[in-house]
Structure formats: C-alpha cells, structure tokens
C-alpha cells in the first residue's frame, strides 16, 4: 500500500474567503495587504515550517494553500521552495490529482502560525485510527519569551485523518474539514502529549490569551530548540 503523510495550511485563502463575507461592500480585510502578508510569511518561514522540515518522519508533503487573488502580493514573498517536499499552490486540482496516486494519506491540519514537533509525524502516521488529534502542547509567546503548557480543551485544530485521497474534492477548510468540536466528536485517537506549539504573537500574546488552555508556564524555553527546529 502506498501511503502519505500530508500536512496542510490555508495559508491566506480560508481567511480571505471566510473573514471578508462579513465586510462591508469594498472594505479591505489586514489578511489582503502586503503588511499582513509579510508579517504572516516571516512568522511562517521562521517557525511553522522549520517545524515541518524538521521531521523525524520524512516521507511527507507540505501543501501550503494560497489565495489566487492575492498572488501579487505572497508570490515574491514565497517563490517555489527548494525542498520539493514543500508545495506553494495557488489551485489545488494538480496537487489532488498527484495525492490521489497513493493508497492512503494522513492529512494533518496546522495553521500557519503554528508548529508541529520533530515526533509529530511519526506519531500520526503510526496510529492506526482514522481520527486522531493533540490536546495538550505549548504555547510560545514570542514577545516575552514565555513557553506556556496548552491544552485544546476539547476544541482543538491540531488534529490528522486517515483517509483515501480519491474522495477529496478539493481543499476546502470549509467543507474538507469540520469544525474543531466535530472532530472530538468523532471519537478521535488521542496521541502523545507535548507535540504541537501554539504561536502567540502580535495582540495574542499571554497578556491577553484566554488562560482557560493554559496550564502552567515553563521556566526552560529551550525545550522546543531540537523538537521544534527552532
């Protein structure tokens, strides 16, 4: 059989599409701008996908969805990565059309501010559950330095499903995936604690994040160093 661990993000096109229904006629969303954008690819190439290079398990691709509308703006901020593992898309059918080649695939969710540790695909790839998610991990406050202990509190977006790539349509975050709370109610396998980062950034940072996920602060940052490729 052959299989596949994918990881994907909505890089800018799930906020684009979603965020802007609720603007008025003409209004522009930050998630349009080239400021938002830059800020948003230097968090990513710094963090997330360090953390997904960093694999220990490294048969693997990276879909990072981008919005068509807005490739002036994010194409000369993300040209074609040299790891071939890594795939910049602006239409998803080519890219289905080359998953649909394999048996199976463990299709794992990360935004992209997010990061995933170096045991992260090993530990999806080895489940043998069609749901599977992590519910606690850590969150970094990169202002103040500060690594907190997080937990999903049965919401969750750091979950994977084991799945036959022939049924995917495309890549809609939408339709593709449920709600948070629709996975836990799928009865998911729980694996590993201490596998995903939550990033905290800009106005959510600890001062104000919601210290319902957050379990304790962690005196050692330097514990995401190696797992995390930081």
């Known amino acids: 059989m052959r299989r596949k661990l994918v990881f994907w993000t909505a890089f800018n096109s799930y906020q684009s599409e979603k965020l802007l229904r609720y603007l008025p006629a003409n209004a522009t969303h ?10 948003r690819v230097q968090l990513f190439k710094e963090y997330n996908l360090k953390s997904i290079l960093n694999q220990n398990y490294e048969d693997f691709l990276y879909v990072v969805l981008l919005d068509f509308n807005l490739k002036h703006i ?7 990565h040299p790891d071939k593992r890594v795939i910049y898309c602006y239409r998803d059918k080519p890219v289905l059309a080359r998953l ?5 695939i463990v299709f794992a969710l990360i935004d992209n501010d997010d990061m995933y540790s170096d045991k992260a695909g090993e530990l999806m790839m080895g489940c043998p559950a069609e749901w599977m998610y992590f519910k606690r991990g850590y969150a970094l406050d990169i202002q103040s330095q500060q690594l907190w202990g997080y937990d999903t509190v049965g919401s969750g977006p750091f979950f994977a499903h084991r799945m036959d790539p022939k049924t995917m349509i495309k890549f809609d975050r939408d339709k593709r995936h449920p709600t948070h709370k629709a996975v836990i109610n799928k009865n998911p396998e729980r694996l590993e604690d201490g596998n995903f980062c939550v990033l905290l950034h800009e106005s959510n940072t600890s001062s104000n994040v919601n210290m319902h996920y957050v379990l304790n602060k962690e005196a050692n940052i330097n514990i995401l160093k190696r797992r995390f490729g930081l």
């Open 30 to 39: 930050p998630v349009q701008t080239a400021e938002w954008t830059r800020r």
């Open 74 to 80: 994010t194409k000369p901020l993300l040209p074609p």
């Open 100 to 104: 649909k080649e394999y048996d199976e």
